[in-house]
């Protein structure tokens, strides 16, 4: 079956970068659209981006400007850069794949999710 791997998490001060990596393996459809999601401690998994089969992205209001969606078919693994990380962008990232065509952000829209990765940003 498909697998999502997502690596890359860590713990930061305000300010700094990090990059997270999702691998994909068992399948991979470069016709999907793909996305990161978090969830913080007591909140909703909430979207961050997305990008499309033609590399259209689109951001959550918190992250524009900071992160950067993409992916890279060959190697099936989609990327988010992070920069400027703050403390309200602690919380566990996960990646998500195959959404069935409607609103992006919406968790109940995907058929693929890995296991998540840490991302803790302190002040």
């Known amino acids: 079956g498909v697998q999502l791997a997502e690596s890359g998490g860590g713990s930061v001060q305000a300010g700094g970068s990090l990059r997270l990596s999702c691998a994909v393996s068992?399948?991979?459809?470069?016709?999907?659209?793909m996305s990161w999601f978090r969830q913080a401690p007591g909140k909703e998994r909430e979207g961050v981006a997305n990008?499309?089969?033609?590399?259209?992205?689109t951001y959550a209001d918190s992250v524009k400007g900071r992160f950067a969606i993409s992916q890279d078919n060959a190697e099936h693994t989609l990327y988010l850069q992070m920069n400027n990380l703050q403390p309200e962008d602690t919380a566990m990232y996960y990646c998500?794949?195959?959404?069935?065509?409607?609103?992006?952000?919406?968790?109940?829209?995907?058929?693929?999710w890995g296991q998540g990765t840490q991302v803790t940003v302190s002040s």
């Open positions: 068992g399948y991979f459809a470069s016709t999907w659209c």
């Open positions: 990008i499309d089969q033609d590399d259209i992205t």
């Open positions: 998500a794949a195959d959404c069935t065509g409607g609103t992006w952000s919406d968790v109940f829209d995907y058929n693929f």
